[in-house]
């Protein structure tokens, strides 16, 4: 799924948009990528001399890649991040690096949802979390 598609689906524009791509969907699981370009408005000020996303960026990134997956199951409606558990960094992220995101569902329930995510970077985690997601109601 390219970045157009995404953009149908969540309600984030650039510069807050940190999914440029899905590379596999299933029912209950999604892993997407966002290529780390030097160009980030981030890199400005975190931090100038040696450039790191910052861990927030790299978590809502994960938040979007859940709300792609609620998606799934709640179509044309935007989920919220409501709650994020056993939230780990594990090695910094730098310009060039390309960010693979991995959620899976696991448990849904009244509108709430609930997901692991990871970050990884060639292999190596980066973060994890259980994220927790509630979904408004239909857009309009």
Known sequence: MAEDE??????????FLFVDRVLEWGERRVRALKNVTQNEPFFVGHFPEEP???????????AQTVGLLVSREQPGRNGYLVGVDRARFRRPVYPGDQLIYEAELERARAG??????????NGALIAEALLSVAVTSEEG
Do not use: D, K, T
Not at 9 to 15: N, V
Not at 52 to 62: D, F, N
Not at 112 to 121: I, L, N, P, T
């Open 52 to 62: 790191v996303m910052p861990g927030v960026v790299i978590l809502e990134g994960m």
């Open 6 to 15: 995404i953009r149908r689906i969540l309600p984030h524009r650039y510069p």
């Open 112 to 121: 709430f949802y609930r997901a692991r995510v990871q970050a990884s970077v």
